[in-house]
């Protein structure tokens, strides 16, 4: 018996291909990611705030991976120019991509919850 709608299916078949068809895997792995994805996003604004760039690059690098698993477009994608900017130390240009990034995130993250909401 299958666990995701059609669309659902649909919407993530590319995530659904990375783990094999399982869709057992691919429900935990939406697990980790609406119970992670969110805090991540938090410690990002406080990194951000305390000027932190190092620590930036890599909470976003651990949020790229994190979220990889279901997609590899935008705006998944768009985190690796951002980590490079903070690698780079460039404040100003991070914290404007962080702004323009941030909405199309939690959208993003939001289809992955929606996955764990009917279970």
Not at 9 to 33: K, N, Q, Y
Request: without cysteine.
């Amino acid at each position: 018996m299958s666990t995701l709608s059609e669309a659902e299916r649909t919407r993530f078949s590319d995530a659904l291909e990375r783990v094999g068809g399982d869709e057992e895997m691919f429900i935990e792995l939406a697990e980790i990611v609406a119970e992670d994805a969110p805090g991540m996003l938090r410690e990002l604004e406080e990194q951000l705030r305390s000027d932190q760039l190092a620590e930036v690059a890599q909470t976003a690098h651990a949020l790229k991976g994190l979220l990889s698993t279901f997609h590899t477009g935008p705006p998944v994608a768009q985190l690796q120019p951002f980590i490079d900017e903070a690698r780079q130390g460039h404040t100003d240009i991070v914290a404007m991509m962080f702004h323009d990034l941030v909405p199309s995130l939690r959208h993003f993250i939001g289809q992955v919850q929606q996955l764990n909401d009917r279970s």
